[in-house]
């Protein structure tokens, strides 16, 4: 298989298994179950991580794709997906910084003598999560089409 393929499939997992995450953190917030959300979430995080590192080392290594060979619709559903990831990345880092203005207060320690959190801020880091899941959904979503048009386009050029 043509290692860039491979790089791509192993990104379109990755993405899958941040998508997995991401919801699942959802799920345990809604429960109340800070703790459990707050790792699903970090670990959602170090899969962003993970692939902004491995596909710095994939330009290293392997070079951009040539998309002088890509329909218009193909570099339409790139970019589509490109401004999904952006969304996902961007209100990811809002999410998070509010989310450290939460950590000491009744709401994730669930303390009686501990502060309550300002409803702004768990306001905000609310509707930034889930700009963040909904954006990584739908970057999934393209991305997969991104990935069948570069198995297509590999398939033809065999």
């Known amino acids: 298989m043509d290692p860039k393929l491979l790089f791509w499939t192993a990104a379109l997992v ?17 429960r109340g179950e800070i703790a459990r ?5 970090k670990i959602a995080s170090l899969l962003v991580i993970a692939f902004l590192l491995s596909y710095a080392f994939k330009l ?39 989310s450290r203005r939460l950590l000491g207060t009744r709401l994730v320690t669930h303390e009686t003598p501990d502060p309550l959190p300002d409803a702004k801020d768990v306001r905000v880091h609310r509707i930034a999560g889930r700009i963040s899941v909904i954006g990584a959904l739908l970057g999934f979503l393209m991305a997969i089409g991104v990935l069948i048009g570069m198995f297509i386009r590999a398939g033809a050029g065999t």
């Open 60 to 98: 290293v290594i392997l070079g951009r794709e040539d998309m002088s060979v890509w329909s218009e619709l193909d570099v339409w559903v790139l970019r589509i997906h490109e401004v999904f990831v952006l969304q996902m990345v961007v209100a990811g880092i809002v999410a998070w910084t509010k």
């Open 37 to 41: 959300h707050q790792r699903a979430m």
């Open 14 to 30: 990755d993405l899958g298994a941040l998508c997995g995450f991401a919801l699942l953190g959802v799920r345990y917030a809604r």
